[in-house]
Every structure is written in structure tokens, then in C-alpha cells.
């Protein structure tokens, strides 16, 4: 199992460059049209070279979270689920 960690939160508005090509997967994935106040998590995943992106507005609690990431056979580290859990 990987661990993900936090790589930042961003306004979609803000998104840096490099995170771009994943969170448009994964709105196209998720059917989601981005706005520019959109809060958006980007988290590393140990091990791997790919980051998931989570849309915080699409979440009323980390239990979501974190079963979303045990499906992709990852656990979030507790810090990175305290300061999320902050910002749901």
C-alpha cells in the first residue's frame, strides 16, 4: 500500500502548471465542470510518480477520503487527513 501526502491545497485558480494535466483527467473523469474558487488537494503518492487530486467540495468527511484512496491501494498520512479535514 502507498502513502499520500499533501502537496498543497490550491484554488483551482492558482493551480500550479504541473498539477494541471491531473486534475483535468480527473473532471473529465467525474463529469465536473472547475471554477476558479474550486479548492483543490493534490496529494503525492510514495513510490510513484503520480499525484491524486481531490475535489474538496466533493467530500463531507475524511472517511470518504480515505476510502477513496484505499481503492486505489494508498493510505493518506495523518497530518495531510488533519489539515484536509480542515478545509471540508
Given at each position: 500500500?502507498?502513502?499520500?501526502?499533501?502537496?498543497?491545497?490550491?484554488?483551482?485558480?492558482?493551480?500550479?502548471?504541473e498539477?494541471?494535466?491531473?486534475?483535468?483527467?480527473?473532471?473529465?473523469?467525474?463529469?465536473?465542470?472547475?471554477?476558479?474558487?474550486?479548492?483543490i488537494?493534490?496529494?503525492?503518492?510514495?513510490?510513484t510518480?503520480?499525484?491524486?487530486v481531490?475535489?474538496l467540495?466533493?467530500?463531507?468527511?475524511?472517511?470518504?477520503?480515505?476510502?477513496?484512496?484505499?481503492?486505489?491501494?494508498?493510505?493518506?498520512?495523518?497530518?495531510?487527513?488533519k489539515?484536509?479535514?480542515?478545509?471540508?
Amino acid at each position: 500500500m502507498f502513502v499520500a501526502t499533501l502537496a498543497g491545497i490550491f484554488k483551482y485558480a492558482d493551480l500550479p502548471e504541473e498539477y494541471e494535466s491531473y486534475v483535468q483527467f480527473k473532471a473529465t473523469i467525474e463529469k465536473k465542470e472547475l471554477k476558479n474558487s474550486d479548492e483543490i488537494a493534490i496529494l503525492d503518492i510514495a513510490g510513484t510518480s503520480t499525484h491524486h487530486v481531490l475535489f474538496l467540495d466533493s467530500y463531507k468527511n475524511t472517511s470518504e477520503i480515505e476510502k477513496e484512496l484505499k481503492d486505489a491501494d494508498a493510505k493518506i498520512n495523518h497530518t495531510t487527513l488533519k489539515i484536509i479535514g480542515g478545509h471540508l
